[in-house]
């Protein structure tokens, strides 16, 4: 049965309803069911503005069609998806019986909705879409710790972990965007014979599908649904100095002084994890950190911003246990021993789905760290990965639900971006290493968590940070030099230090962070000093060499700043991708679409960030221009657009190009 309900078109056959309706302009929102009524979440969407489609129902087939999209239902319930020119978009994958005129009919019976039940009353749900285009390049869906940008033929789990985000949105070559609006853990499949997704315990299928002409007006239609990032502060825009970790507030305001004393540019430093007594008592630890207050007026008077890490889990020993576990802010179990993690201490995660969480918590930041005049946060932790699955029950044994467990990092987010909000602050800066679709509206900046200092690492986080910012998530940063190791002594890891220090100088965001070897003596007995220290990581601990080219990137980025800030506020305003992949600027291009290695930082400057031990000599390709040319960033060569070129890479150089219009 096909009808017209409430500017929608409804198809329902047997148990099971589908509702197709505009979201936005250009968008239709598609959403299934078995359960009596269909769930009323919106998960990542905003509500659009009002908009009347155009709806016909006719003998075998019904429309439904806002502006440049159009979906077509059939009477056996086969949906398809085009564009304003009538090209095919998106085609359910369909195999069975009940149309035998249909040229895909078929005796396997293989439905494109299929809600398998689960004892207990959630359904595993399969999507299943035609690959309609083996030649199709898709991107997006958020932080994979590989090295390709394009996704199509890549299986990719929908969860988060240490260094994964999962963020749904795939932007596809052939004209649309695609939102699986569903937070439950589960699987994409960019095949070449089929496209799937999957929710492993859902009551409900919802998806948001835009076509658009040009990437960025997918982009930006993306953004009006979901979100846009508040306006980067002044602070984001130059550099950030962290490490595993500064051990006490002497050790702190010794590096933040000597970054001063050698007049070397810098706008936040960190105070990393185990800083407070106990994971859960959100405060600092005053046996080596006696008098935050002065700390932060004395960095401030240096125009340094602190940024402190703040972890969501309790330990079972902390001051605020008892009282969050009494008034149900923590996360609760199925079966099993109440604990999320095990990390230097017995803890569980609060659970900032709950809106009374949420204010507890900010009220413990507030009072310990926000009016002391802290107003940058690190949410560290913020992916459920501690969790075990149950797959023959498709449950969790602990940690958030299986059906909602991508969303707690953008919950996460919501509970400081919520606190100041509040507080009449605009811009709120938070730093996670997980977030979901919408997370960007809540100020999450992600970082690509605790990576190898390794180059094959270092390739990964391109393609990390540009499919984030396809993902809708323009605020985005890398440890520089890597997390895990990587020794400040050894020439090897120096030349793998610069390459990436000169990259991060193009990134959304610079940020040097890093546990080294060898590492420190443990400082006490007491509170975090059980959680060693890595060695130095400040510019000047590589050595004269690569201090001489830090601080030359440094500045270049401080040069930046009016450019970066331009970059900033086009996220803010229209979602654009702060860096983009060079298909996003010049989708005319053919060549640009298959471009891997290169992208752009905005509109103007093409980066070419060296990726390889010993290369001193790259290839390098100029995407075509309707006008102007290429000129070198450091040097007085002009190049052709169209063009393929060799050019020098010497070590304290990046190869980077900008574009200049000829009238």
Not at 165 to 174: K, R
Not at 349 to 377: H, L, M
């Amino acid at each position: 049965m096909l009808f017209e309900q409430d500017r929608r078109l409804v198809y329902h056959f047997d148990a099971e309803q589908v509702w197709i309706e505009p979201w936005g302009e250009n968008a239709l929102r598609v959403r299934a069911t078995k359960a009596s009524c269909m769930p009323d979440e919106d998960w990542a969407l905003q509500k659009p503005a009002s908009f009347v489609p155009q709806v016909s129902i006719g003998a075998d087939t019904a429309s439904i069609t806002c502006g440049k999209i159009k979906g077509v239902m059939s009477r056996a319930g086969k949906l398809c998806v085009f564009n304003s020119d009538g090209r095919l978009l998106l085609e359910e994958y369909v195999r069975n019986r009940r149309n035998q005129l249909d040229p895909k009919c078929s005796a396997i019976e293989v439905e494109a909705r299929e809600l398998r039940p689960i004892l207990g009353g959630d359904y595993h749900l399969t999507a299943r879409f035609e690959s309609l285009d083996p030649a199709e390049k898709i991107f997006g869906m958020g932080q994979y710790q590989q090295p390709h940008l394009d996704l199509k033929g890549q299986d990719l789990e929908l969860a988060h972990r240490n260094s994964q985000a999962s963020v749904p949105f795939a932007l596809s070559s052939l004209g649309y965007g695609f939102l699986w609006n569903n937070p439950g853990i589960g699987r994409a499949v960019f095949g070449k014979n089929v496209m799937t997704f999957e929710a492993f315990s859902t009551t409900v299928l919802d998806y948001w599908i835009v076509a658009g002409d040009t990437p960025s007006e997918i982009e930006e239609a993306y953004a009006r649904a979901t979100g846009t990032v508040p306006m980067m502060p002044e602070y984001g825009l130059g550099f950030w100095q962290c490490k595993l970790r500064y051990q006490t507030q002497d050790e702190l305001l010794d590096v933040a002084r000597e970054y001063k004393r050698r007049s070397l540019p810098i706008d936040v430093i960190v105070v990393d994890f185990f800083h407070w007594p106990r994971q859960g008592e959100w405060k600092f630890d005053p046996v080596y950190w006696p008098d935050p207050d002065a700390m932060v007026r004395e960095l401030k008077e240096m125009n340094i911003e602190l940024m402190v890490s703040i972890w969501p889990t309790v330990d079972k020993k902390s001051e605020n246990f008892h009282e969050m576990l009494e008034n149900g802010y923590l996360v609760r179990v199925d079966r099993g021993i109440r604990t999320t993690m095990d990390f230097e201490g017995d803890t569980i995660y609060f659970d900032p789905t709950n809106p009374a969480a949420r204010r507890y918590v900010w009220s413990k930041a507030k009072q310990n760290y926000y009016i002391k005049g802290i107003r940058v946060f690190w949410l560290d932790e913020a992916e459920p990965e501690y969790a075990a699955y149950d797959f023959d029950n498709y449950r969790y044994y602990r940690g958030p639900n299986l059906a909602i467990g991508n969303i707690y990092p953008r919950e996460y987010a919501r509970t400081f971006y919520e606190g100041m909000a509040a507080e009449g602050q605009d811009g709120a800066v938070n730093l996670l290493r997980a977030a979901w679709a919408g997370s960007q509206k809540f100020g999450a900046l992600v970082w690509s968590g605790d990576i190898a200092s390794s180059w094959g690492s270092l390739r990964n986080q391109l393609a990390a940070g540009l499919n984030m910012g396809i993902a809708g998530l323009p605020w985005w940063t890398t440890d520089i030099g890597g997390f895990h190791g990587g020794d400040p002594n050894d020439e090897r890891f120096r030349e793998l230090f610069v390459r990436w220090f000169q990259w991060a100088a193009f990134c959304p965001v610079m940020r040097l962070h890093g546990d080294r070897e060898p590492r420190q003596l443990q400082i006490g007995t007491t509170g975090g000093a059980t959680c060693r220290s890595g060695a130095a990581n400040e510019v000047w601990s590589y050595g004269p060499d690569v201090y001489g080219i830090c601080k030359k990137y440094m500045f270049i980025r401080e040069d930046l700043r009016d450019y970066t800030r331009k970059l900033m506020r086009e996220a803010h305003e229209r979602g654009t991708p702060v860096m983009r992949p060079c298909f996003y600027e010049f989708p005319d291009d053919a060549v640009c679409w298959t471009i891997e290695r290169q992208y752009m930082y905005g509109d103007q400057y093409l980066c070419c960030p060296v990726m390889e031990p010993g290369q001193r000599r790259m290839s390098v390709y100029m995407p075509s221009l309707v006008k102007g040319r290429w000129k070198a960033f450091a040097r007085d060569t002009v190049y052709d657009g169209g063009s393929v070129v060799e050019v020098d890479c010497p070590l304290d150089e990046m190869p980077v190009f900008l574009k200049q219009d000829v009238e």
